[in-house]
């Protein structure tokens, strides 16, 4: 089963407004990776993070990787529609293979 | 650099059919490997390969098979396609496995199958 939970599934944004989406391991990760697929498109690699409670910016992204490096979490500031698409994490752990979440899906307002 | 290419872009098959799905990189990449993606199901691994002639499976590989020849090439090989194989395939490479900064995912563009 997944070992890699994304919550949430879908969110709806208002242009303007922040939102966070969430990435939860049952076991200690060696390593956590997001990416961005826009509508129709491939997976595309945004950042990594390695380091515990490592926190990472790329302009209106920040990113973090908890204390004990089992979650992590994307935070959009002031979103655009250019942010419309689905986020996925992708976690290595353990078991030595990377798991990618189910993703959230982004839905932006103008 | 072209990156990962796949081919073909869509592909419609009927049950009980075969086909291979072409997968290539020219970034010189350890490892590659095999995804679909389903709604509401993320991403899942096929099959992968950590070099040239070496290949193992991962999350769903029943129904699948594949070879890796060149490090340049991971061909995806559907024995006998079923309705449950309708979806995104997507093949990935990186650098090596497991060693961060250089394990970053490169995506091709993707393969849209259809079982009928």
């Known amino acids: 089963g997944q070992q890699v939970m994304q919550i949430p599934q879908y969110q709806h944004v208002q242009e303007g407004e922040d939102f966070t989406t969430y990435c939860n391991s049952s076991t200690t990760l060696s390593n956590i990776q997001w990416y961005k697929q826009r509508p129709g498109g491939h997976p595309v690699f945004l950042i990594q993070l390695v380091k515990s409670g490592e926190v990472k910016k790329q302009k209106r992204l920040t990113f973090q990787f908890g204390e004990a490096k089992k979650n992590s979490s994307l935070h959009i500031t002031a979103t655009q529609t250019t942010d419309v698409g689905t986020y996925f994490c992708a976690g290595r752990g353990s078991w030595g293979k990377l798991q990618f979440g189910a993703g959230t899906q982004v839905v932006v307002t103008p | 650099n072209a990156g990962v290419t796949q081919t073909p872009k869509f592909q419609v098959l009927k049950t009980g059919q075969s086909m291979t799905l072409q997968c290539a990189q020219d970034?010189?990449?350890?490892?590659m490997s095999w995804y679909r993606q389903d709604p509401g199901m993320g991403l899942r691994l096929i099959h992968y390969?950590?070099?040239?002639?070496?290949?193992d499976q991962g999350e769903v590989p029943n129904g699948y098979n594949v070879s890796r020849s060149t490090t340049e090439d991971f061909p995806l090989r559907l024995l006998s396609a079923a309705p449950s194989q309708t979806s995104v395939y997507f093949c990935?490479?990186?650098?090596?496995?497991?060693?961060?900064?250089?394990?970053?995912?490169?995506f091709g563009p993707g393969t849209r199958l259809t079982v009928l």
């Open positions: 990935a490479s990186s650098y090596n496995r497991g060693r961060p900064p250089t394990d970053t995912q490169y």
């Open positions: 970034m010189n990449h350890e490892y």
């Open positions: 390969s950590v070099g040239a002639g070496i290949t």
